[in-house]
Structures are given as C-alpha cells and as structure tokens.
C-alpha cells in the first residue's frame, strides 16, 4: 500500500461500534489476573501468554475467552480494562467508542448494575479530561440467559436512568436462543426509548437477521455478514439503510468467511448499506481498528474518500442522542478536511 494511505489511515479520526469490553483485555493484563487469582489455566511459562488466544474453532474461542474473563473479579478490574481499552483507541485516534459490556456476569457475582456501570464511567471520565474521545456504553444481553432475564435487567437499566448508557446489544449463540426469545424484552427497550442492536447473520444464516429485524425491531445489526446469501435481505438492508457493523478479522478468524476476499463487506458498501470497520474483540483477534481499515483498504482498494465515508457510516450509526451525534460528525468531518489539507489532496 502506498506510504500515502497508510499515513492518512493511522492519523484519521474514527469510530468504533461493535468493541466488547472483554474483549480487549490483553494477554499481558490477563496474566496479571490470573497469577493474582491462583488460576488454574495460568500458564506455567510466560512466553505461553500468547496461547490465552489461540483458538482453532468456535468451541476453543468460546473456552480462551472463558478462561481469561472468569478472572474479572473486582469491580478494579474492570476499570483497568476500561482504561487499557481507552489508551488503546485514543492512540489510534478514535473519537468515539460504543462499547458494550456482559453486565450479567458481575450481576451473578454480586454487583448492582449500578456499581458496575459507575465503575466504568469513573475510568471513562477520568480519562476524558486529558483525551478528546466520546465513549457510551451498550448493555451486552446474553442470549444464553433467555428473555425472562433479559426483561429484568432492561428494567434495572430503565431503574438507573444512567446516560453513559444508550441502548442494549443481543450476543451469544444464534442458533440455540433465536430473536423470537427476546421479543418482549426488546418491545420493553423501544417503550423505555433505549436504543436496540442484535448480533445476527454470524453463525447463523439470513434468517437470524431477518428476525431480528422482525422480532426485535432493531436500529442496527452486529455483523450481519451472512445476509449476503439472501439478496433479497440485501435489497432490504439498502433500502432501509440498516447499518451493519462488520468485523473483517473476527469473521476470518471464526471461519464465518473462509478467505478475507471471500468476505462480501464490499458488495454490502457498494449496494449502499451503511457498513462500517470495527473489531469485536481485537485483543482476541490480533487486531486494532486501524488494522481493519489497512486490511480493508488493501483488500478493497479503497481510496481516502472511501475511508472518510466508512467512518461517517459508523457515526451515523452511533446511539448517541442527537446533538451530540451532530456535533461529532461536524468535528470529525472537520478534522478529516484538515488531514486532506495537510496532506496537499484535494480529493481529485
Ligand atoms: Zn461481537
């Protein structure tokens, strides 16, 4: 890739949608919990830290991840994440982050949802005074806890009233607990006036995502890369410009596509839907948001104007309330006609 791009690519301003918190706890900081836990899975010598992340299918995915976030323990530990994860993407110019969290896990072990989220905030806004970067924060719903909790933490969530929190996500096994499940809960979320995402399309095929726009009446779909085998949901994604938030690495690495060309993120962008670049889990994956746009850029021949649209895509997209929306699409805009300056093009 031209030196050209790649400049421009590091030093853009961006935006992240689809970051779960867990996953972007690094090998390093996951050592540390351990060895401070007794954990069994520790590693017996320190150059084995790499393998906490080695995975070969999506049951081993499922274990690494399991292994190292049953070491969260204190409501400390979740702050340091939060602020490695920020450090992470201020350093890559990210302007804003949606990140969500699987607040019912700390909930098991005792927290109120409350303590967990304030936790958080307090990371978030300490690290706000010396860094330009919005952040909000989605709560993670897991599938695997079925629709009835699901209910009782979204009231909790309507109960804590908190505006670091701006809508609630849908993740974990698409094929054992389907949208239809949760339909009342995401009814309940639309009356409360949160804002409504699902994974879909991942490990399971067209008809997830059309349900979870039917079932659960989302704004945006996490993923939703397996749409691209029904033209007609295609069709419908353009029409409706449904914003998918695509992980290329992640879809790679969980074998959703085979080949990194095999992956329709193009196809999707070019028939109009809004698509933007995130990570998933970019400690898991190897990955950083700037290392998705490379790859993608590579890959897709994308050119700056491409780039830019990629990353207003993600803003648009944001839960975020709209004046806010307003005013980080203005500054980002702004910040990208400086780069084009500084960098002598004048989009030819
Ligand atoms: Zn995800």
């Keep these: 890739m031209i030196e050209n791009l790649l400049t421009f690519i590091r030093r853009m301003p961006k935006a992240e949608l689809h970051l779960h918190l867990e996953g972007t706890i690094r090998p390093e900081t996951a050592l540390e919990l351990m060895r401070r836990n007794n954990s069994p899975s520790l590693p017996e010598q320190p150059d084995q830290i790499k393998n906490l992340y080695r995975f070969r299918n999506l049951a081993e995915f499922v274990n690494s991840m399991r292994s190292v976030t049953n070491n969260i323990r204190f409501l400390e530990d979740l702050q340091k994440i939060t602020l490695e994860m920020l450090t992470s993407l201020a350093i890559q110019n990210v302007k804003y982050v949606e990140f969500d969290c699987a607040v019912q896990k700390y909930i098991d072990m005792g927290y109120t949802l409350k303590e967990v989220v304030e936790s958080i905030y307090q990371t978030v806004v300490e690290f706000q005074a010396d860094h330009d970067i919005a952040v909000k924060m989605v709560v993670n719903i897991q599938r695997l806890y079925g629709g009835k909790e699901a209910i009782q933490l979204i009231e909790k969530i309507a109960l804590l009233n908190h505006p670091f929190i701006v809508g609630i996500g849908l993740s974990g096994d698409e094929a054992k607990y389907p949208p239809d499940l949760f339909t009342e809960a995401f009814l309940l979320a639309q ?158």
């Design 191 to 348: 009356q409360l006036d949160l804002h409504r995402t699902a994974h879909a399309g991942e490990a399971v095929g067209p008809k997830s995502v059309w349900n979870a726009l039917k079932c659960l009446n989302v704004e945006r779909i996490d993923h939703g890369t397996r749409a691209i085998e029904d033209p007609d949901l295609v069709d419908h994604l353009s029409r409706h410009k449904i914003p998918l938030t695509q992980c290329l690495t992640s879809n790679l690495r969980l074998n959703v596509v085979k080949k990194i060309n095999d992956h329709p993120f193009y196809t999707f962008y070019k028939k109009g839907i809004p698509v933007s670049l995130n990570t998933d889990d970019p400690q898991i994956f190897n990955t950083e948001l700037t290392q998705e746009y490379i790859l993608a850029a590579e890959i897709y021949q994308l050119d700056k104007q491409d780039l830019e649209n990629l990353v207003m895509n993600g803003l648009r997209a944001a839960f975020l309330p709209d004046e806010e929306k307003s005013q980080i699409i203005t500054e980002v805009c702004s910040e990208f006609r400086t780069l084009s300056n500084d960098e002598g093009d004048h989009h030819e």
